[in-house]
C-alpha cells in the first residue's frame, strides 16, 4: 500500500475514533452491564427473591377475569402471559385494547406464582436503565424518541465497524504486534502497545458485536427508508410482503384453551416448558397464541410453535412462518449480540470482552490526545489538548462511578414508583456531570483517572452492604438458597470493586516522560548504591 | 411527481452540479460561468418540479440545502461522501437490490436489511481509500441515481 493512502486510511481510523469514540466507549461500558439485565432485575427487586414451587398455582381464570375488568369487554388487540421463571419468578400479563373514543389503552399486572396474589408493579429504575441506555440512550420524546436513539446506536455499530476495517489495514505488521507489550517505555507506547494487543486479540468478537448491533440499531430506520424507497414510503405493504397479512377476528365468540393447559405444553423437540404467550384475537374462533419456549440448541432467541387458540392444534401451515436461511441469520443476531445462548459464564466472557472494548477506544482517544500534547501532531494549543484531554477523562472515568450510583438510587429511592425511572436518570447524568466538573478542576488526567477508579471500585463493594443493609438479604447467608441470582450480583460487584480498586492502585499518578523516567532510574540506581555503601562496615 | 421523483431530481442537480464545478476549475472562466448557470438552473428546475404552484417557501429552502450541499461537496468531496453520500448510495442501490435481484422477496428483504451495514461500511471505506475525494463523491451519487432510476421505474413487489 502506497504512503499517501495509508495515511488517509490512519486519518480515517483516528478520526472515526476521535470523533464518536466516547460514544462509542459510552455504548459499550452501558452494554457491558446490560448484558445482565435479568440478574439486575432480579437485584433490584427484593418481590423477585422467591423459588418458583415445582408446580405453580392455576391462573386461567384470574387471568380471565382480569382481562375482562380491565378491558371491560372490548376486543383486546393484543394480550401477552407470561409464566414464572428463574429469573422473573411470577406471572406477568399486558393487554392492549382500545375504548369506545378509539383511544389505545393498556393494563399490565403481575401475581405470585405460588400463592397467586398480586404483586405491585414497579417502577422502571436501574435495569430498564442500563438496558435502554444502551440500546437508545434512552433518548427523549421532545428530541425525536427512542427511534432516533436507537438509530444512533446503530450508526455508532457502523462507525465501529469502519473504525475495525481501517484498524486492521492501518496494522501491518499485525503478528508481530498482537504481542508486542513493551511496559518498560514511555506510557504512551504502552497505551498504543495495549491498545493494538487488546484490540487485535478480541478482533473476532469487536467484528461480531459491531456488525450486530449495527443492525439492531439501524434495523428500524433502514427498514423505513427502504420501504419509502421501494414501496413508496407504504410501509404496511413492506411488512404484509415479509412477515405476511395480519389475521382477522371471525366475530364468533368460543372458549379459549386453559393457560395453566399450555404452561405444561412441553416442546415436542427440546422437552422444555414455555415462557410466554402472545394471543391475538382472544376470545374469538380465529384466535391465534404464539407459545414462545426458551431456545434449546439452536441460536435463536426462542422457539416458536403457533396454535389454535381455542383448541390448543397447531395452526394451518402458512408459508410467512417456514424458517429460511436468512430468518434464521437475522434470528440469531440478537442472542449473539446478547450472549443469551450459552448461560452465564458465557455471560462474564461477554462482560470482559465489551469492557475490553470499551478500554481500546478510551486508550485510542487519550493517544490522540497525548500525541498532540507531547508529540508533532496537531496545531492547536497546549492548553487547547489539554483541555480536551480533561474533558475525555471526564466522561471516560465519569461513567462508571455514575453507573454504580444509580445502584445506590434504587435501593435508597423514597419517592413515587411511577418517576423512579426519572430519579435514575438524573442521578446518572448528575453524576456524571460530577466527574466532568472534578476531571476540569483537578486538571491532572492521571491523578483524575486513578482517584475515579478507586471511587468507583469503592462504590462497587459498598453496594452488597448497601443491599444487605435496606433488604436484610445478607449475600453470605442468601448464596445457597433456592434463589441466589441477587446473591450473586453482590458477589460480583465485591469481586469487580476490589479489582478496580486494584486497577486505580497500581495506575499511574503522573505522566513519567524520557527525562523523568531517566531521573528517577538515577534516583533508584544511586540510593542502592548508598545501601550497598552503608552496608559496607568501614575499616 | 412525488417524493421519489424530487429525491432523484435533486440527486441529479447535486451530481451535475459537483461534475460541472469540478470541471470548470480547469477551463477559462466564461466556460465556467456557464457551467455555474447550468448548475443553479437544474436545482431551480428541481425546485420548482418538486414544489410546484404557491409552495415558494419550501422550493425555496430546498434549493438553499441544494446549493450548500452541492458547495460543501464540492469543497470537501470525501467529508461529505462519508458522512452522507454514501448513506444515500447504500439506501438506494438496497432498494434497488430488493426489486430486482430474481429471490424470493421476503428472503431478500431480510438479506438486505443485513447487508445494508456492510455496504454503507464499504461506501465509507472506499472515500478514504480512492486517490480522488471528487471521484469517490461523484461516483456515489451516480450509484444513487441509477438505483434510484430503478427504484422509480420498478413497481413493487406484490
Not at chain 1, 404467550?277 to 382472544?282: D, H, K
Amino acid at each position: 500500500m502506497d504512503r499517501a493512502r495509508h495515511l488517509r486510511n490512519y486519518d480515517l481510523h483516528s478520526w472515526a475514533g476521535i470523533t464518536l469514540g466516547l460514544i462509542v466507549y459510552i455504548v459499550c461500558f452501558s452494554g457491558s452491564f446490560a448484558l445482565f439485565d435479568n440478574e439486575i432485575k432480579t437485584w433490584e427487586d427484593p418481590a423477585l427473591r422467591v423459588a418458583v414451587e415445582e408446580t405453580p398455582i392455576d391462573m386461567n381464570d384470574t387471568f380471565a377475569t382480569w382481562v375482562q375488568d380491565q378491558t371491560g369487554g372490548a376486543e383486546a388487540e393484543f394480550m401477552r402471559f407470561d409464566f414464572p421463571t428463574t429469573y422473573a419468578p411470577y406471572y406477568y400479563a399486558t393487554v392492549h385494547w382500545h375504548d369506545e373514543t378509539d383511544t389505545h389503552l393498556d393494563a399490565e399486572q403481575r401475581w405470585d406464582a405460588n400463592k397467586g396474589e398480586t404483586i405491585a408493579i414497579r417502577g422502571g429504575g436501574l435495569s430498564e436503565w442500563l438496558l435502554d441506555f444502551h440500546r437508545d440512550f434512552m433518548w427523549p420524546d421532545m428530541l425525536g424518541g427512542r427511534t432516533v436513539g436507537r438509530s444512533l446506536v446503530g450508526i455508532v455499530g457502523i462507525v465501529l465497524m469502519l473504525a475495525i476495517l481501517t484498524g486492521i489495514i492501518a496494522h501491518t505488521k499485525i503478528r508481530e504486534e498482537a504481542y508486542a507489550m513493551r511496559l518498560k517505555r514511555s506510557q504512551r507506547l504502552k497505551w498504543q502497545d495495549s491498545h493494538k494487543v487488546v484490540g487485535l486479540w478480541g478482533l473476532p468478537f469487536y467484528i461480531m458485536i459491531a456488525f450486530t448491533g449495527a443492525y439492531l440499531g439501524i434495523i428500524v430506520i433502514v427498514s423505513q427508508l427502504i420501504a419509502g424507497i421501494a414501496y413508496k414510503g407504504d410501509v404496511e405493504a413492506l411488512v404484509e410482503a415479509v412477515l405476511g397479512p395480519p389475521s382477522k377476528p371471525a366475530g364468533e365468540q368460543v372458549q379459549m384453551i386453559s393457560l395453566d393447559e399450555l404452561r405444561e405444553m412441553q416442546h415436542p423437540e427440546s422437552g422444555k416448558d414455555p415462557y410466554m404467550i402472545i394471543m391475538r384475537n382472544y376470545g374469538d374462533a380465529a384466535a391465534e397464541f404464539d407459545v414462545f419456549y426458551p431456545a434449546a440448541s439452536r441460536l435463536t432467541f426462542s422457539d416458536v410453535i403457533w396454535i389454535d387458540g381455542a383448541t390448543g392444534e397447531p395452526s394451518a401451515p402458512n408459508p410467512f412462518r417456514e424458517e429460511t436461511a436468512a430468518m434464521r441469520v437475522s434470528n440469531a443476531v440478537t442472542p449473539l449480540h446478547y450472549g443469551t445462548f450459552g448461560g452465564i459464564w458465557l455471560k462474564f466472557l461477554y462482560f470482559a470482552l465489551g469492557m475490553s472494548l470499551a478500554v481500546v477506544t478510551a486508550l485510542g482517544s487519550m493517544m490522540w490526545i497525548e500525541r498532540r500534547k507531547h508529540g508533532n501532531d496537531g496545531d492547536k494549543s497546549l492548553t487547547f489538548y489539554n483541555r480536551l484531554g480533561h474533558f475525555n477523562t471526564g466522561i471516560v472515568m465519569g461513567l462508571p462511578v455514575a453507573t454504580m450510583a444509580i445502584f445506590y438510587l434504587d435501593k435508597l429511592y423514597v419517592g413515587a414508583e411511577s418517576a423512579r425511572i426519572i430519579a435514575t436518570g438524573w442521578t446518572f447524568f448528575a453524576v456524571w456531570a460530577l466527574g466532568l466538573l472534578y476531571a476540569c478542576v483537578r486538571r491532572d488526567d492521571y491523578r483524575t483517572t486513578r482517584e475515579l477508579l478507586i471511587v468507583t471500585g469503592g462504590l462497587a463493594i459498598g453496594i452488597p452492604v448497601l443491599n444487605g443493609l435496606v433488604t436484610g438479604q445478607w449475600f453470605p447467608a442468601y448464596i445457597g438458597a433456592g434463589h441466589s441470582v441477587a446473591a450473586w450480583v453482590d458477589v460480583a460487584m465485591l469481586v469487580g470493586g476490589a479489582m478496580t480498586v486494584l486497577a486505580g492502585y497500581l495506575a499511574p499518578a503522573e505522566r513519567l516522560d524520557k527525562q523523568a523516567r531517566r531521573a528517577k532510574a538515577a534516583a533508584a540506581k544511586k540510593a542502592a548504591a548508598d545501601q550497598e555503601a552503608a552496608a559496607v562496615p568501614a575499616e | 411527481m412525488g417524493m421519489f421523483g424530487l429525491a432523484l431530481a435533486f440527486l441529479a442537480a447535486v451530481g451535475l452540479g459537483v461534475a460541472l464545478t469540478k470541471w470548470m476549475q480547469h477551463r477559462p472562466r466564461w466556460m465556467g460561468f456557464a457551467a455555474f448557470l447550468v448548475m443553479l438552473g437544474s436545482i431551480i428546475v428541481a425546485s420548482v418540479l418538486g414544489f410546484p404552484g404557491s409552495d415558494l417557501g419550501r422550493a425555496l429552502f430546498t434549493f438553499g440545502l441544494v446549493t450548500a450541499l452541492t458547495a460543501w461537496t464540492v469543497h470537501a468531496p470525501r467529508l461529505t461522501s462519508v458522512i452522507l453520500w454514501s448513506l444515500v448510495a447504500s439506501m438506494f442501490l438496497s432498494a434497488a437490490l430488493m426489486l430486482t435481484l430474481p429471490i424470493e422477496f421476503r428472503a431478500l428483504a431480510l438479506w438486505m436489511a443485513l447487508a445494508v451495514s456492510l455496504i454503507w461500511v464499504a461506501f465509507q471505506f472506499w472515500c478514504y481509500w480512492d486517490k480522488h475525494g471528487w471521484r469517490v463523491a461523484s461516483g456515489l451519487i451516480v450509484v444513487s441515481m441509477i438505483s434510484g432510476y430503478i427504484v422509480f421505474t420498478t413497481p413493487p413487489p406484490a
